[in-house]
């Protein structure tokens, strides 16, 4: 029992903290990869995928189990339904569980504390764009249409002021993925597709439907 112990203590670790799988309008997330997923309506969800050896000690109901536990005392800690596990599984070497969050702060802080080092951020935000226009332009930073990957141009910026914005500030690059299309980017953001960005090191701007 002490080994199994420890081997689910190990996974976590080595950072197996996870998020959500399901529709939730334009895109569905994707747990083949670890990613912070946002939407529309700022909802927060983080997945994190990782390989084990296969071992009879490894056992997904304890994994749960584990998880659910460590769920329960952030949430003593920091309100009732901060965090909450959704779901986990584990099969053929690849593991991968399910976190939803109810609030930014409460994502940063949980995956920083139990070390899920695919999803950790220094802060992050959704908002409008409207709302970080302003300080992303005192800034200079410069938008790039997820489109094309050319220089959004200030006039379609302003037209999209209503959009939603994230912002993300991290010390390695970390996936984020958006329920709606995405419109614009910071440069120092890297477009997978048209709903997934890998960030920089640093503060990222993240624009979607």
Same mark, same amino acid.
């Given at each position: 029992? $002490? ?11 080595? !950072? ?8 939730? /309008? ?16 700022? /909802? ?36 009732? /339904?901060?965090? $909450? ?31 899920? $080092? ?15 226009? !302003? ?13 094309? /990957? ?60």
């Amino acid at each position: 029992m $002490k080994k199994r112990k420890a081997a689910l203590a190990a996974l976590i670790v080595a !950072g197996m903290l996870t998020g959500c799988l399901g529709r939730t /309008g334009d895109s569905v997330l994707n747990a083949e990869s670890s990613r912070i997923y946002v939407t529309g309506t700022g /909802g927060l969800q983080t997945a994190t995928v990782e390989t084990y050896e296969q071992q009879d000690y490894y056992n997904a109901d304890e994994l749960k189990a584990y998880l659910d536990e460590t769920a329960l005392s952030y949430n003593q800690a920091n309100g009732e /339904g901060a965090v $909450k596990l959704e779901s986990c599984s584990m099969e053929k070497g690849v593991a991968r569980m399910i976190f939803q969050y109810s609030s930014s702060k409460d994502l940063v802080n949980f995956v920083s504390q139990y070390e899920d $080092k695919d999803n950790q951020v220094d802060s992050f935000s959704v908002t409008t764009f409207s709302e970080v226009s !302003g300080k992303a332009e005192s800034e200079g930073v410069e938008f790039l249409k997820a489109s094309d /990957g050319k220089k959004a141009e200030k006039k379609a910026l302003t037209s999209k002021s209503g959009s939603h914005a994230v912002v993300i500030e991290a010390k390695s690059p970390v996936t984020i993925q958006t329920e709606g299309k995405l419109l614009f980017v910071s440069k120092n953001v890297v477009i997978k597709d048209q709903h997934t960005v890998q960030t920089s090191e640093g503060k990222n701007y993240i624009i979607f439907k």
